[in-house]
């Protein structure tokens, strides 16, 4: 049955007591009783408002360092109680419960606790019981019962209030309700993955992840797609810690360029100036230098004709100079760690472009898990934090690389990482001149990232094609030597896979004849 609750009795337990006096002076100012438990009645008492002790109402005082304060019927039967039930109606006579039609509940900073890197006891002793139970029996009640998890949701109820005469309509605690339920459940999971890592279950029974909304967005990949950006508290910074400065709101497409821009961009060093430039998700020109603004600069000089509407993504604060040279063509988002004021002077005229700034880069060795939905069930995997060094390449080859090749042939290797397989990256002097990006085949990348070097050689009106002596960077093996024959006519003279192919000899002999160096990884980095 649809009707309006009259609210005569709230129970408020919060953790984080954020404007937690005003709300409640709220309430008691439209004669609303107050309950409360331990640390909320305290600073409710403190600011001059009438409380009414849980232990009072239970009989039992808390117990167990607070433990056990709430686990109590005439708490759970206040909310769960139908009003308009004959027999729950005489069960709270009987048992002398009184009803309550609004539970205000904040949760134990569990989250918060896990992210600041806390031991596995004060982790544990972060979970909240009491709080997600009551929130639980009260929104399964929401026929009857009004239900507030979160601080943002304070000046709704009392909205709410002032329109209906002092009550709630259902359709009010019904939205509640759900946003109760989305609480608990992004509660249990963080729970559940964070024991899962202490305990060192990698593939545990169940897994169960969660999301708080940060945006609604104008549609997804395409605009009769519905679509809503989430975040998931870990604070990785990117883009879904970063502070937009100016620009329109960012699209689903932006949202997830942006990212694999700024993930490339801190694969490198930040005393090493470093500039990704992404488009579609694959990257259209890397390169490092002195500055940014060199560094964008060679960035650019990869692929002129695609850097056009992409994203860039630094490695460092973004200057005036850096900030001059982007403006030239048209550039969707840009981000960075931060900005200076003369660079941000920059941009204020372009309002079309997206400036975000971070406040630090995300860590490319961290752990973490990705996933990606499937139909029936979803894919889980550990980040590719994967890394190889110097020390861990193996050369095959009777040509040794010289340093200036081996400079190149890591670079290219960071690169390729970030390219959608069958990837190919074409890198000299610490930028990239061509990149193949997610063909079938890996001949056909390495054709089209030799075409993408010509395109821009004849572009800068150079003789020869920027894949000329160049170092060559695969994500996976060659399985033929086709392929290395390919990179041979673009005019490479080095190249960096991560080798195990059953024709390896074959590939390696091909590579012998034509003259080139060849290091094996022993790593793959496919990207699909």
């Not at 304060?69 to 005489?90: F, I, M």
């Not at 202490?198 to 967005?217: H, K, M, N, W, Y």
């Not at 993930?263 to 488009?279: R, S």
């Not at 998700?281 to 603004?293: F, I, K, S």
């Amino acid at each position: 049955m649809t009707r309006a609750i009259s609210l005569r009795r709230a129970l408020i337990s919060v953790s984080d007591k954020s404007g937690l006096i005003d709300f409640a002076r709220a309430l008691a100012g439209r004669g609303v009783e107050l309950l409360s438990t331990g640390g909320t009645a305290k600073a409710l008492r403190q600011a001059g408002l009438a409380v009414r002790d849980v232990a009072d109402l239970t009989g039992f005082p808390e117990m167990m360092d607070g433990r056990v304060k709430t686990l109590h019927p005439a708490v759970h039967g206040g909310l769960l109680a139908l009003r308009d039930d004959a027999g729950h109606v005489a069960s709270m006579k009987e048992h002398g419960i009184e009803p309550i039609d609004l539970l205000v509940v904040n949760l134990y900073p569990f989250e918060a606790t896990v992210a600041k890197g806390a031991p596995y006891d004060e982790c544990v002793e972060n979970i909240d019981i009491g709080g997600p139970a009551m929130i639980r029996a009260a929104a399964k009640n929401h026929a009857h019962v009004a239900t507030i998890v979160d601080v943002d949701d304070y000046a709704a109820l009392l909205a709410e209030l002032d329109a209906n005469g002092g009550a709630t309509t259902e359709a009010f605690r019904q939205r509640m309700a759900q946003a109760a339920y989305a609480r608990t459940a992004a509660y249990d999971a963080a729970v559940s993955t964070w024991m899962a890592g202490a305990i060192g279950a990698d593939t545990p029974r169940r897994r169960a992840f969660a999301g708080s909304l940060a945006q609604p967005l104008r549609y997804g990949e395409n605009p009769h797609q519905q679509a809503a950006f989430y975040t998931d508290g870990s604070n990785r910074p990117g883009v879904a810690t970063a502070r937009q400065w100016q620009g329109k709101e960012l699209s689903y497409n932006n949202i997830n360029d942006t990212d694999a821009a700024f993930e490339l961009a801190a694969e490198f060093p930040g005393d090493t100036p470093a500039v990704a430039i992404i488009k579609h998700a694959n990257p259209c020109g890397v390169a490092q230098a002195d500055t940014l603004e060199q560094a964008y600069r060679r960035a650019f000089d990869c692929d002129r004709t695609s850097a056009f509407g992409g994203i860039v993504a630094l490695n460092g604060t973004l200057d005036e100079a850096t900030a001059r040279a982007i403006a030239e063509i048209f550039t969707e988002v840009v981000i960075a760690p931060d900005a200076t004021d003369a660079a941000r002077a920059v941009f204020a005229a372009r309002k079309n472009l997206r400036l975000l700034t971070t406040g630090g880069m995300p860590d490319p060795r961290a752990g973490g898990l990705t996933f990606r939905q499937v139909a029936g069930g979803f894919l889980v995997q550990g980040r590719d934090n994967g890394h190889v060094g110097r020390e861990d390449l193996r050369v095959v080859t009777q040509r040794q690389p010289s340093e200036a090749e081996l400079s190149d042939l890591m670079f290219a290797w960071t690169v390729a990482k970030h390219v959608k397989s069958n990837a190919i990256v074409y890198a000299r002097d610490g930028a990239t001149v061509g990149i193949g990006a997610g063909q079938m085949s890996r001949v056909d990348s390495t054709r089209i990232g030799r075409r993408k070097s010509e395109d821009m050689a004849q572009a800068l009106g150079l003789s020869a094609p920027l894949s000329e002596g160049a170092a060559v960077a695969s994500d996976a093996f060659f399985p033929f030597a086709d392929g290395i024959e390919a990179l041979a006519e673009a005019g490479a003279r080095a190249v960096i896979q991560p080798g195990g192919s059953m024709r390896d000899a074959e590939v390696i002999a091909a590579a012998d004849r034509l003259g080139l160096a060849m290091v094996f990884t022993g790593q793959r980095h496919f990207r699909h």
